[in-house]
């Protein structure tokens, strides 16, 4: 079974003009994403984000190794027509908007009344029909994020990539464009997307790449991804704050984390002293806690408390 996408050991190197410098934006770079997925790529500034979607979109090739969209190799041109495309800096020309829009559809092999029909469509989707005579040079960054998105649309595409789609929009635009999104999977249709934008990332992707120097340093769901801690959180009460160092009192409870292997004894240790365990929670990180982690190597590591050894 094909995938949506697929990166095969990919190294992709900027030369300059003259060849002397070069810059090795991707490194034995490998990624799958399935159909049907909600897909987050991750990284920091300069990680190679919008390098991998580049190749995929075909704007160049890469240096070493392959890949292919829809099944089909990265320089399929007709594949193309089966992905709506937004680039990080949405550039388009300076018309009106629904007369973008048309063109963008015009492109893509549609015309007539299915033309018409797409162009209203898209830009209802993205809320600017209100805005369709206004000549795109006038409008403001969300609003030409807004008609990027419009024309990445506007084929009714079976995969939409997406190079951080919602960094200009507000907050009621951002979540406009999650239900967009969540509604496009539901319709079986594949979005990969970049973002800086770690909370929203959470609420759609069903799996993320992280993505450090130029190639993938950890991929999986949400879900194993921010539970793969080995600690646990443990609340309890009626018990002194000193039995466990760095535990933080919140009223009558106190709140600490130890190691999953260090579990059991520390209820033993709770109830040998009267108290009462309250819960006990597999301890969670937020994914921006896990980016930092791999995409730093300098961080801090993650503060969690242990008890003191049990003597
Ligand atoms: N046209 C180019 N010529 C030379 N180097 C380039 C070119 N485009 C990108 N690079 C380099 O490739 C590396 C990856 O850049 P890329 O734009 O893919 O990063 P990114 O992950 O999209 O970052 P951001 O989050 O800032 O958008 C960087 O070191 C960048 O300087
Ligand atoms: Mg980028």
């Known amino acids: ?8 050991e990919i190294t992709k190197e900027y030369r300059s003009w003259f060849g002397r410098r070069r810059v090795r934006a991707l490194q034995n770079f490998s990624l799958s994403v399935e159909y049907g997925e909600i897909f987050g790529f991750l990284g920091p500034n300069g990680a190679g984000k919008s390098t991998a979607i580049h190749l995929a979109m075909g704007f160049m090739r890469p240096s070493s190794g392959s890949g292919r969209m829809l099944g089909q190799p990265f320089d399929h041109v007709a594949t193309r027509r089966r992905v709506g495309f937004l680039a990080e800096n949405v550039a388009l020309y300076h018309r009106r908007a ?44 969300g609003m030409l994020q807004r008609m990027g998105l419009a024309q990445a649309l506007v084929n009714d595409p079976e995969l939409l ?3 951080e789609p919602t960094s200009a929009l507000d907050p009621a635009a951002r979540v406009s464009i999650r239900e967009l999104l969540l509604r496009f999977r539901s319709q079986g249709k594949t979005v990969f997307l970049s973002s800086h934008l770690l909370s929203e990332v959470e609420l759609v992707c069903d799996r993320v790449a992280i993505l450090s120097h130029g190639h993938v340093v950890r991929t999986g769901t949400l879900n194993d991804m921010l539970e793969a801690t080995d600690q646990v959180e443990i609340v309890a009460q009626s018990v ?13 409870r106190l709140h600490f984390a130890v190691p999953k292997s260090l579990q059991r004894e520390a209820i033993e240790r709770v109830w040998s002293a009267g108290g009462e365990v309250v819960s006990v929670n597999p301890v969670r990180r937020s994914l921006e806690e896990l980016f930092l982690e791999l995409t730093n190597p300098d961080a801090a590591p993650l503060k969690l408390t242990e008890p003191r050894a049990g003597k």
């Not at 002194?240 to 009558?252: I, T």
Request: aromatic content about 8%; proline content about 7%.
């Open 161 to 163: 990539i997406l190079d």
């Open 98 to 141: 629904e007369a973008a829009i048309r063109f963008y559809g015009g492109l893509n092999g549609l015309h007539g009344p299915a033309l018409a029909g797409a162009t209203h469509g898209a830009l209802e989707a993205v809320d600017m029909q209100s805005e369709s005579g206004r000549n795109l040079g006038q409008f403001s960054r």
């Open 240 to 252: 002194p704050p000193a039995l466990f160092a760095n535990s933080a009192v919140e009223g009558p």
């Open 1 to 8: 079974m094909p995938r949506a996408l697929e990166y095969e």
